[in-house]
């Protein structure tokens, strides 16, 4: 009999730095970690439940061996990586270029120990924009820092002034689980909202989706077995699956969604099973 209850999808905690912007009253003297909410509706959207997973910083309450994100990865039923800060270029190997391409380390070393955990339980792993490029360092790719100055050329893959109402066109490789999921579309528009981007990709891994104008990697699985590991450079939470035009990113949801429910459904024990009927 099928699970009645709805999936538990972890997702990874955006982090704030007190005085990141400026002097702020309240709250904001605090480290916060976050969930956007439209992050949170796009898993909603797919009748899952989406829970945040906090991170554990060197000025936090508890001790790190205080958290084992192995029992989250026990407890949910798959991961989703949020956008956010740049990935440290320590991350691969590289010095910042420019002191505002720093990245985020903390929240790399987070995600990175999160990401392994679920990859050990054998529980699906999704990556979105930053999530994107931390799942491809950490498997051993690399990144451009900054597309605009290192790959002289190439489309302007990040307009501030128009953020998520900044679109290009996404080609699918064919034979991919991506043109799978998309049988007889070849290109879309999808956002895009980030200046750095894949330089080498990691081992394992294939391209799923580039940009036509310039060859920019948009969207990568991972094909040397194991658990279900993917990820795209847009942000699927921002567009509109009514909208003409835009990427309809509800097959790519499902097919997350639908992975997340066979692995349950495989690790469910007799008395678990036998309670749901």
Same mark, same amino acid.
């Given at each position: 009999?099928?699970?009645?209850?709805?999936?538990? !999808?972890?997702?990874?905690? @955006?982090?704030?730095?007190?005085?990141?912007h400026g002097?702020?009253?309240?709250?904001?003297?605090?480290?916060?970690?976050?969930?956007?909410?439209?992050?949170?509706?796009?898993?909603?959207?797919?009748?899952?439940? =989406?829970?945040?997973?906090?991170?554990?910083?060197?000025?936090?309450?508890?001790?790190?061996?205080?958290?084992?994100?192995?029992?989250?990865?026990?407890?949910?039923?798959?991961?989703?990586?949020?956008?956010?800060?740049?990935?440290?270029?320590?991350?691969?190997?590289?010095? =910042?270029? $420019?002191?505002?391409?720093?990245?985020d380390a903390?929240?790399?070393?987070?995600?990175?120990?999160?990401?392994?955990?679920?990859?050990?339980?054998?529980?699906?792993?999704?990556?979105?924009?930053?999530?994107?490029?931390?799942?491809?360092?950490?498997?051993?790719?690399?990144?451009?820092?900054?597309?605009?100055? *290192?790959?002289?050329?190439?489309?302007? $893959?990040?307009?501030?002034?128009?953020?998520?109402? $900044?679109? $290009?066109?996404?080609?699918?490789?064919?034979?991919?689980?991506?043109?799978?999921?998309?049988?007889?579309?070849?290109?879309?528009?999808?956002?895009?909202?980030?200046?750095?981007?894949?330089?080498?990709?990691?081992?394992?891994?294939?391209?799923?989706?580039?940009?036509?104008?310039?060859?920019?990697?948009?969207?990568?699985?991972?094909?040397?077995?194991?658990?279900?590991?993917? =990820? !795209?450079?847009?942000?699927?939470?921002?567009?509109?699956?009514?909208?003409?035009?835009?990427?309809?990113?509800?097959?790519?949801? @499902?097919?997350?969604?639908?992975?997340? @429910?066979?692995?349950?459904?495989a690790n469910?024990?007799?008395?678990?099973? *036998?309670?749901? @009927?």
């Open positions: 009999m099928n699970d009645p209850r709805p999936l538990l !999808v972890g997702v990874s905690a @955006r982090i704030y730095y007190p005085g990141s002097p702020l009253p309240g709250v904001f003297t605090k480290t916060l970690h976050y969930l956007e909410q439209s992050v949170a509706h796009w898993v909603l959207s797919g009748h899952a439940m =989406a829970v945040m997973i906090p991170a554990v910083t060197k000025d936090s309450l508890v001790m790190r061996s205080d958290l084992d994100l192995d029992d989250y990865a026990a407890a949910l039923d798959g991961l989703l990586l949020q956008g956010g800060n740049d990935v440290a270029p320590e991350c691969y190997g590289e010095t =910042a270029l $420019h002191p505002d391409w720093a990245g903390v929240r790399d070393r987070y995600e990175i120990e999160l990401v392994q955990a679920f990859i050990r339980a054998g529980k699906p792993v999704f990556g979105i924009c930053r999530g994107f490029q931390l799942i491809n360092v950490m498997h051993g790719g690399s990144l451009w820092q900054d597309i605009t100055s *290192q790959r002289p050329g190439s489309l302007d $893959h990040r307009a501030l002034e128009r953020y998520e109402k $900044h679109f $290009h066109e996404v080609e699918i490789v064919p034979g991919t689980r991506l043109a799978q999921l998309y049988p007889g579309v070849a290109r879309a528009r999808a956002n895009s909202i980030h200046h750095q981007g894949i330089k080498q990709l990691a081992p394992g891994f294939e391209v799923e989706a580039r940009c036509p104008d310039d060859g920019m990697v948009e969207a990568i699985r991972r094909t040397a077995g194991g658990s279900y590991v993917a =990820a !795209v450079q847009w942000h699927p939470e921002f567009h509109h699956p009514l909208q003409p035009g835009q990427f309809d990113d509800s097959a790519m949801l @499902r097919d997350f969604l639908d992975a997340c @429910r066979a692995v349950r459904a469910a024990t007799p008395s678990t099973a *036998q309670s749901l @009927r």
